[in-house]
């Protein structure tokens, strides 16, 4: 897992990214993938966005995160919680035990995992019949806003590769890591940005410069003069699908 792509982006990455629609957790009570009895881990928790929607219809979370910095901001917030505990892992190396949860989610993460080492940990860990969720806040491309904002990463941000950094979402994808059949849902998530946290959601991003780098100041003003073209009322309307991938990995080994 690449632990250190968010270093420093703690604070920032709590703070304007997205959280989950209260519908996916709706749908997945309802269609039985969780009760008030699972024990879950959520791997990649990062700054807990997802942790802390998922653990009030849960039993128990392991919210299971390398990165320190993002660990720390998450821990802060958990303090309010009785039902989540932090683990220092990551997804290759959870240290959770064998056969210890019920059902694992990983929320704008699986593009940074070792997938093969990421299988065989989930085959380790889960219990039978327990279902992996995969999900991502992506970006609505349909949009003129995030097109605009795609070009200017493009300028100013040489890592960028595209929502997710880059990550095939095409259905072979994900068969080739369930093994078999999967269910898909998505949901809508447009959220209301004013000027400073629309800016801050775009340096919360792996490939934007931090405070200080080259390009840093530059980028910020482009961001600023993209929210001013776009925005009504000081606001814009950012766009987002949440994209929910969900199944079982077969039994065999890998």
Partial sequence: MNEHKFDKKGEIYSKARPSYPDKLFIYLKDQNLISDSTVAADIGSGTGIFTEKLCPYVSRVFAVEPNDGMRSVAEDKYTAYENIISVNGSAEDTKLSDKSVDFITVAQAFHWFDRQSFKTECRRILRDDGNILLVWNDRDTESELIRENYDINRRFCPNFKGSSNGFDFSRDTFIDFFDDDF????????????????????????????????????????????????????????????????????KRSV
């Fill in 183 to 250: 269910d898909t849902v998505q949901f809508r998530n447009d959220l209301i940005y004013d000027e400073n946290t629309f800016v801050l959601r775009c340096l919360s991003s792996s490939y934007a410069p931090k405070q200080g780098e080259e390009n840093y100041d530059e980028y910020v003003a482009e961001l600023q003069e993209l929210f001013k073209k776009h925005s009504l009322n000081g606001t814009v309307s950012y766009p987002y699908i949440t994209r929910c991938y969900i199944g079982r990995l077969s």
